[in-house]
């Protein structure tokens, strides 16, 4: 199936080509066609083995139309835009590992996996209906989406929780559990077919912001950074992407009077011209196949007579690398966001680094669900989120910075990097590579390593 699923995806990706410096993007109905293949493999292969995991043999998904619970979104097939009227979606294990039952209690079938189990001329009530087909299986633990701890898993709005709960018999009330655990791995869980196609969006992610960030978009001294950013989002929009959330453009220089490296990130940079020996970082991502994109990423624009990023730069630049290594090899399967972060921060303090992380799952979302890494306001515990434990094949942002003091600028630059990177259960790999050196503008060199 998966092998399948791979060569339909790359047919259809060699078939139409739109480029963003010779990358690929489907058309709308091809996405629709891969995005559908990955729900039904997902429903077959990871739900299963989650709700085993988990001792949920019931999980329920309630959303009425416009007020989608963020995990309802993730199970909608492709030209669904939102839930319709009331969309009730059950998912039944009967045992252990077994495949998993699924059922559509709406006026109409969900997808090609949730097929409707409702029918209003023999059974006006919808709330009636499910109760029917939950006491048909008699369920010893039901899911339910609330959650104290990940607005992904508390999906369930008030008035419909109130109404389950007096629906539903006496003797299954004791049966209703928080689906919080279940909901964060179903989001947080990455699949083979999926994994096979992430690196080709980060490279489009990639593409792009070498694109935006080359003298074909920059002109130094007259474009400004809001020129670039609004560049960024209209190419989006001319690839047929989407993104999550509006990209930034910041600037680093010499003057004394430029203090972007003590900025505090709940303030906007303000709009600048971008000028000769700037410092340029970006803040960018794209959803493309349901998936996101978070990148970090630098440039520097060479003055009259140099032909590369001075070497002081790029030297400061490593210690950026240098706080990424760090992170990622203290990713062991089973330690806590929590625990991971304290690790990290033991050897950066051992080495003098001054460094800070707040690295966040991606996936489904591009701040998602799973372990929370330390935040940027916060560089001790998370309570909640970063007490949840690293599992395999899951997606993060490797979202962090570096401060380090440039004599030759005789004040702090602050080095911002934000990679995709996969954590397979024993090593952690950047989806398309990871930013090596700082880009040059205009070309010097190709700018990505491993």
């Known amino acids: 199936m998966m092998r399948k699923l791979i060569f339909v995806f790359s047919l259809v990706l060699i078939s139409n080509l739109s480029t963003a410096q010779d990358v690929a993007v489907l058309t709308q109905r091809q996405?629709?066609?891969?995005?559908?293949?990955?729900?039904?493999?997902?429903i077959e292969n990871?739900?299963?083995?989650?709700?085993?995991?988990?001792?949920?043999?019931?999980?329920?998904?309630?959303?009425?139309?416009?007020?989608?619970?963020?995990?309802?979104?993730?199970?909608?097939?492709?030209?669904?835009?939102?839930?319709?009227?009331?969309?009730?979606?059950?998912?039944?294990?009967?045992?252990?590992?077994?495949?998993?039952e699924t059922y559509a209690v709406a006026r109409y079938d969900v997808?090609?996996?949730?097929?409707?189990?409702?029918?209003?001329?023999?059974?006006?009530?919808?709330?009636?209906?499910?109760?029917?087909?939950?006491?048909?299986?008699?369920?010893?633990?039901?899911?339910?989406?609330?959650?104290?701890?990940?607005?992904?898993?508390?999906?369930?709005?008030?008035?419909?929780?109130q109404l389950f709960l007096e629906y539903l018999p006496q003797n299954l009330q004791q049966s209703v559990i928080s689906a919080q655990t279940l909901a964060v791995r179903w989001l947080e869980t990455r699949t083979e077919p999926e994994m096979a196609t992430y690196k080709h969006i980060q490279e489009i992610a990639h593409s792009i912001?070498?694109?935006?960030f080359s003298k074909a978009v920059i002109t130094p001294g007259v474009t400004t950074t809001e020129d670039v950013v609004w560049w960024y989002r209209e190419r989006i929009k001319e690839l047929k992407l989407?993104?999550?959330?509006?990209?930034?453009?910041?600037?680093?220089?010499?003057?004394?009077?430029?203090?972007e490296q003590n900025r505090n990130f709940a303030t906007k940079s303000p709009d600048s011209v971008i000028l000769p020996g700037d410092l340029l970082h970006v803040d960018f991502g794209i959803t493309y196949l349901r998936?996101?994109?978070?990148?970090?990423?630098?440039?520097?624009?060479?003055?009259?007579?140099?032909?590369?990023?001075?070497?002081?730069?790029?030297?400061?630049?490593?210690?950026?690398?240098?706080?990424?290594?760090?992170l990622t090899s203290n990713y062991v399967a089973g330690k806590t966001g929590n625990e991971i972060l304290r690790a990290s921060r033991k050897v950066l303090d051992a080495e003098g680094i001054?460094?800070?992380?707040?690295?966040?799952?991606?996936?489904?979302?591009?701040?998602?669900?799973?372990?929370?890494?330390?935040m940027w306001d916060n560089q001790g515990d998370t309570p909640g989120a970063g007490d949840f434990p690293l599992h395999a094949m899951t997606g993060y942002a490797i979202e962090l910075n570096a401060v380090v003091f440039v004599s030759e600028w005789n004040k702090d630059v602050r080095i911002m990097l934000?990679?995709?990177?996969?954590?397979?259960?024993?090593?952690v790999t950047y989806y398309n590579g990871r930013q090596k050196e700082i880009l040059a503008i205009p070309r010097v060199n190709n700018y990505l390593g491993n």
């Open 31 to 42: 996405q629709a066609d891969v995005v559908d293949s990955w729900l039904e493999y997902r």
């Open 111 to 161: 997808g090609k996996s949730f097929k409707r189990a409702w029918d209003p001329e023999t059974q006006p009530e919808q709330w009636k209906a499910l109760m029917e087909l939950i006491a048909s299986k008699s369920p010893k633990k039901i899911g339910l989406n609330y959650s104290k701890d990940y607005g992904h898993a508390d999906g369930l709005a008030t008035n419909e929780h």
């Open 354 to 374: 001054r460094g800070s992380i707040y690295t966040h799952p991606l996936g489904f979302y591009g701040h998602s669900a799973g372990p929370t890494i330390g």
């Open 418 to 427: 934000e990679e995709g990177a996969l954590f397979d259960g024993k090593k």
């Open 291 to 326: 998936l996101n994109t978070d990148t970090q990423e630098m440039a520097y624009v060479l003055k009259a007579g140099e032909t590369e990023v001075p070497a002081y730069l790029q030297k400061a630049f490593a210690q950026g690398n240098r706080v990424q290594d760090i």
């Open 46 to 100: 990871v739900l299963p083995n989650l709700m085993t995991e988990t001792g949920i043999d019931m999980w329920v998904v309630i959303s009425r139309e416009y007020n989608e619970d963020p995990v309802i979104r993730t199970m909608l097939p492709a030209t669904w835009h939102a839930a319709r009227r009331r969309t009730i979606l059950v998912m039944y294990q009967p045992s252990a590992n077994a495949p998993v």
């Open 209 to 212: 912001i070498s694109e935006g």
């Open 242 to 259: 989407d993104t999550w959330f509006h990209p930034s453009v910041d600037i680093q220089r010499a003057d004394p009077a430029n203090n």
